[in-house]
């Protein structure tokens, strides 16, 4: 239910992997949004290691697939790099460039291969009586780099990361907030049910600009003082 794979791998413990893509996005004349090499990997970085992390799991390696070409490949590295060092990591990077055709538009494609024990998964936890609540707003192209501000950073990813008394955690994608929530709440056993949010349920969140967090109702101000004018509760109307 979730956009991440766990594999056994051996005694209790298990291999973790996620991806993330991106597609005419970058510095090609046929892109639709235009941005720099080393920020459309950052990006594509940031939502393949936020899909890691938020089960609980280790990163330990990341897989670059770069379609744009040869000399492009340093440039994408130093983004992934960056978004290593904001979340205060150093993970090797392998990958492969397409060095025998040209393309007309951008393609990069990051996959972040982790470990964890089975017993210690983020997943699957949220009890009957969770509260919901959205850190970050949803974006998606020209939006991520001008409201910067109203994403999802990944210092704030790290704090709520640390908490307790939040039970899970999930990045959201491009089906938006309201499809995150049900596959969370199926995934726990919990009824699909109507909510309601200030921010727009079905918006695409883009490279995970924001975060769907369940949580144990006490942490509720704690959460609010870390998240400040960026969480926004979601109410389920059962």
């Given at each position: 239910?979730?956009d991440?794979?766990?594999?056994?791998?051996?005694d209790?413990?298990e291999?973790?992997?996620?991806?993330?893509?991106s597609?005419?996005v970058?510095?090609?004349?046929?892109?639709?949004?235009?941005?720099?090499?080393?920020?459309?990997?950052?990006?594509?970085?940031?939502?393949?290691f936020?899909e890691?992390l938020?089960?609980?799991?280790?990163?330990?390696?990341?897989?670059?697939?770069n379609f744009?070409?040869?000399e492009?490949?340093?440039?994408?590295?130093?983004?992934i790099?960056?978004?290593?060092?904001?979340l205060r990591?150093?993970?090797?990077?392998?990958?492969?460039?397409?060095s025998?055709?040209?393309?007309?538009?951008?393609?990069?494609?990051?996959?972040?291969?982790?470990t964890?024990?089975?017993?210690?998964?983020?997943?699957?936890?949220?009890?009957?009586d969770?509260?919901?609540?959205?850190?970050?707003?949803?974006?998606?192209?020209?939006?991520?780099?001008?409201?910067k501000?109203?994403?999802?950073?990944?210092?704030?990813?790290?704090?709520?990361?640390?908490?307790?008394?939040i039970?899970?955690?999930?990045?959201i994608?491009?089906?938006?907030?309201?499809?995150?929530?049900?596959?969370?709440?199926?995934?726990?056993?919990?009824?699909?049910?109507?909510?309601?949010?200030a921010?727009?349920?079905?918006?695409?969140s883009?490279?995970?600009?924001?975060?769907?967090?369940?949580?144990?109702?006490?942490?509720?101000?704690e959460?609010?003082k870390i998240a400040?004018?960026?969480?926004?509760?979601?109410?389920?109307?059962l």
């Amino acid at each position: 239910m979730r956009d991440v794979l766990f594999l056994p791998l051996y005694d209790d413990t298990e291999l973790v992997v996620a991806a993330d893509g991106s597609a005419a996005v970058g510095e090609k004349e046929m892109d639709a949004v235009s941005a720099p090499y080393d920020v459309v990997a950052y990006f594509a970085a940031r939502v393949a290691f936020m899909e890691v992390l938020s089960v609980g799991a280790k990163p330990h390696a990341v897989v670059l697939q770069n379609f744009v070409n040869d000399e492009a490949w340093e440039t994408l590295c130093n983004g992934i790099r960056q978004t290593c060092d904001e979340l205060r990591m150093d993970v090797p990077i392998v990958g492969s460039s397409e060095s025998n055709f040209p393309t007309l538009q951008s393609a990069v494609g990051i996959t972040v291969v982790g470990t964890i024990q089975a017993e210690r998964k983020r997943v699957g936890i949220t009890p009957p009586d969770a509260k919901f609540a959205v850190i970050g707003e949803p974006l998606v192209g020209d939006e991520v780099l001008k409201r910067k501000k109203r994403m999802l950073s990944l210092s704030l990813f790290r704090e709520l990361l640390k908490q307790n008394g939040i039970y899970e955690l999930v990045p959201i994608g491009s089906k938006g907030i309201y499809y995150e929530l049900q596959q969370l709440l199926h995934a726990n056993g919990l009824s699909a049910s109507p909510c309601s949010c200030a921010l727009p349920l079905f918006t695409s969140s883009g490279p995970a600009t924001s975060l769907l967090i369940s949580y144990h109702s006490h942490m509720e101000e704690e959460i609010k003082k870390i998240a400040k004018d960026l969480f926004f509760p979601l109410e389920l109307h059962l």
